[in-house]
């Protein structure tokens, strides 16, 4: 290869990939044209120190930041039967097990102390019912009378708040 | 609680799934040595430490649960990166997952990486130049399609050679080469960009 002719860019990751033991007759040929051209063998060399320093850094993050992390691996024990093989587990279970069963008995407790409508004698309740269903008959009887009557409730003349006395002459002498 | 530790628990719940021996049978060996090397390729992948740190984690559950599978036909690690990077691609498919990969991207700063090149004995000038290098192809990385970006980490940050690439990947080794090019293609050319603006 000529030295007027510069390595193409494939020719160029070609060198970049290949591993330093690599002999093959193509990569050979292409070493030897880097010791006979500058500026090829300046490009390779730009991209390989720009690659190193990029590796560089990363590694060095990673390292870095592996470094300040804990290795707390949740993912690592909880196959299904590490998880039951724990006793927080079955303590929590119970706990809430016995919550459960708790909770209502104790509600129950509770409304026994404090008498409701369930507490109250037969016939107290009783009367209460009966009036309560007469209030319910009072109250349909007075709809049907509206409905039933010739002139709505509303339309209905007012009442005379003078009560007929508005003719009647004031005979009474005026006091100033 | 100590990779050792967990491991030893893990071995002492889990009965051996075969009574083939496995390189997995030593976990806490296998997760001494190779646990930097995953989790630096997907925290370069995810550019998140905490998503990092989990699918490390998971992928050595899943390397662990599916032991009787490996048959010894790839080495560990690259077998370990066939994990690693099915869970990537796993979580890239969701949409949450590329929320969350947008929002990593915006929170890395590419200098912060940069600032972690070591220059024990360098001058003030090529330190900056390194680190403006790195922070340009920090950038220009964050911009290769999720198949060119993981083959360029696999080569150029784990180091792999093309034939494990290829067989981590399941890429014919051709396909691995082409993506190489590209991707190395696209890098020289934002690199020129810079490299004329700068001058």
């Known amino acids: 290869m000529s030295t007027q002719h510069h390595l193409t860019h494939r020719q160029l990751c070609d060198l970049l990939l290949a591993s330093p033991h690599d002999a093959s007759p193509q990569i050979e040929r292409l070493r030897q044209h880097l010791h006979s051209c500058g500026r090829c063998a300046s490009e390779l060399d730009s991209l390989q120190r720009t690659l190193g320093h990029f590796s560089t850094a990363t590694t060095a993050w990673a390292s870095h930041t592996l470094a300040t992390r804990s290795w707390n691996s949740p993912a690592l024990t909880s196959s299904p039967r590490s998880f039951f093989r724990r006793p927080a587990i079955w303590v929590s279970a119970a706990a809430a097990l016995f919550l459960a069963a708790a909770v209502p008995f104790a509600l129950h407790h509770h409304s026994a102390a404090h008498p409701s409508v369930a507490s109250i004698p037969h016939t107290q309740l009783q009367s209460r019912q009966a009036i309560d269903q007469i209030g319910d008959e009072a109250l349909l009887e007075e709809i049907d009378q509206t409905l039933s009557s010739p002139i709505p409730a509303p339309m209905q003349p007012l009442a005379d708040p003078t009560a007929g006395r508005s003719n009647q002459i004031d005979s009474t002498p005026r006091k100033n | ?199």
Not at chain 2, 105 to 116: H, K, L, P
Not at chain 2, 175 to 193: G, M, P
Request: charged fraction near 25%; charge should be positive; glycine fraction near 2%.
């Open chain 2, 1 to 199: 609680m100590s990779t050792k530790a967990l491991a030893t628990n893990l071995l002492a719940e889990e009965p051996p799934a075969s009574a083939i021996p496995t390189p997995f049978d030593d976990l806490a060996v296998v997760i001494d040595t190779y646990r930097p090397r995953i989790f630096r390729f997907l925290l370069a992948s995810l550019r998140d430490p905490d998503l990092a740190e989990t699918f490390t984690q998971e992928t050595f559950l899943r390397a662990w649960n599916s032991r009787a599978a490996f048959r010894g036909d790839c080495s560990v690690p690259t077998w370990l990166t066939r994990i690693a990077l099915n869970l990537v691609r796993d979580h890239t498919g969701t949409h949450r997952f590329r929320f969350w990969r947008k929002a990593a991207v915006r929170s890395v700063d590419a200098a912060e990486i940069a600032s972690f090149l070591p220059h024990p004995d360098s001058l003030v000038e090529s330190r900056l130049i390194a680190a403006e290098q790195v922070t340009l192809l920090w950038q220009v990385v964050s911009t290769l399609s999720d198949r060119q970006r993981t083959i360029f980490l696999l080569r150029f940050v784990d180091e792999m050679d093309l034939t494990e690439i290829a067989s981590a990947t399941g890429i014919p080794l051709s396909t691995v080469k082409s993506h190489l090019y590209r991707a190395l293609a696209h890098i020289r050319k934002r690199y020129d960009e810079a490299t004329r603006k700068a001058l």
